[in-house]
Nanobody, 127 residues
Framework: QVQLVESGGGLVQTGGSLRLPCAAS????????MGWFRQAPGKEREFAAA????????YVANSVKGRFTIDRNNDKNTVYLQMNSLKPEDTAVYYC????????????????????WGQGTQVTVSS
């Protein structure tokens, strides 16, 4: 069992930045690929970014490419989503997710592949 807790959300102006940490506890964090997803009001959940458990491979959705990055610190059991140049359309609840995998360099885009989810943190970008 892995518990995930997101934080760092809040209200930010257009063009601003936020860094969202997701702290994990429970099983060995370094054996989990991690992902960030978001869900805006009235919309389906969408993939934002993913990182392999060794941190060597990352992938960011086209909608946020060039503005968002993902990284992790396995010593701190934490994965981060760095969000720059924020836009009002980035307003959503942001969730982190963990997937157990034996493949150290794999990342995953589909939410259905993930085993554990956090409660989410609200990000609101004002225009």
């Amino acid at each position: 069992q892995v518990q995930l807790v997101e934080s760092g959300g809040g209200l930010v102006q257009t063009g601003g930045s936020l860094r969202l940490p997701c702290a994990a506890s429970g099983r060995t964090f370094s054996m989990y690929a991690m992902g960030w997803f978001r869900q805006a009001p009235g919309k389906e959940r969408e993939f934002a970014a993913a990182i392999s458990w060794n941190g060597a491979s990352t992938y960011v959705a086209n909608s946020v490419k060039g503005r968002f990055t993902i990284d992790r610190n396995n010593d701190k059991n934490t994965v981060y989503l760095q969000m720059n140049s924020l836009k009002p359309e980035d307003t959503a609840v942001y969730y982190c997710a963990a997937k157990a995998t034996q493949y150290p360099s794999n990342w995953y885009m589909s939410g259905h592949e993930y085993d554990y989810w956090g409660q989410g943190t609200q990000v609101t970008v004002s225009s």
